[in-house]
């Protein structure tokens, strides 16, 4: 077990990656999904207060990190229209059953079920850019995944005790920060895909 105050570092890698991602989007290099960045600021911030609410400590501040950098990407891919991927249907039914969690939470007053319900809502809000990662990876930042795996990493180490509470967010961001970043880095998605060269676009701002 790390001491805790590594959460600190995790926060900074967390940080790091989320800059370096929101300067290859103002470039125009990363195509941010709105569905996904837009989804992971607003459960993160929700599972902040949740944790904050059970005195999980001062690994809340993971947590909270990871909802305000996503915020900030949001802001970023408005000021570059042209670098945004084009929002589809799957995106926004990924984002509609995400959302469900968020309203199903609503009405759940046991703090673990409610987290639960958090880390379902942010897998579905991970699909659109898992998706793209495996379409088009080149139109993502890998960097900023690998930090996501290296800051959850540190803060699962800094548990005083595995709780669904204090361990389930940070273990779902791993595990999802490890695929996108293995597909973007392996380009694995138009190496074994029939039809690499679909088509895609923007969203006009």
Avoid at 80 to 101: E, H, V, Y
Avoid at 176 to 193: A, E, H, N, Q, Y
Wanted: proline share 5%.
């Amino acid at each position: 077990m790390l001491d805790h105050r590594f959460v600190y570092l995790a926060s900074l890698i967390s940080l790091a990656g989320g800059v370096l991602y929101i300067r290859d989007t103002l470039r125009g290099l990363t195509e941010p999904n709105r569905v996904t960045w837009s989804l992971w600021g607003l459960l993160p911030l929700l599972a902040f207060a949740i944790e904050r609410q059970n005195h999980v400590g001062i690994s809340s501040l993971f947590t909270l990190m990871l909802g305000l950098v996503p915020i900030a990407i949001v802001i970023a891919s408005f000021r570059n229209p042209n670098a945004t991927w084009k929002i589809g249907r799957f995106d926004l039914a990924c984002g509609a059953i995400s959302l469900a969690g968020v309203v199903v939470w609503l009405f759940i007053d046991q703090p673990t079920l409610a987290l639960v319900t958090f880390v379902v809502a942010d897998v579905f809000a991970a699909l659109p850019t898992v998706r793209k990662s495996w379409l088009e990876p080149e139109t993502e930042s890998w960097f900023a995944f690998f930090a996501g795996v290296l800051s959850s990493g540190i803060t699962l180490m800094t548990l005083n005790e595995w709780t669904t509470i204090g361990a389930l967010f940070p273990l779902s961001i791993l595990v999802m920060d490890t695929i996108i970043c293995f597909l973007v880095i392996t380009k694995v998605g138009p190496r074994l895909s029939r039809f690499p060269n679909h088509e895609r676009g923007v969203v006009v701002s």
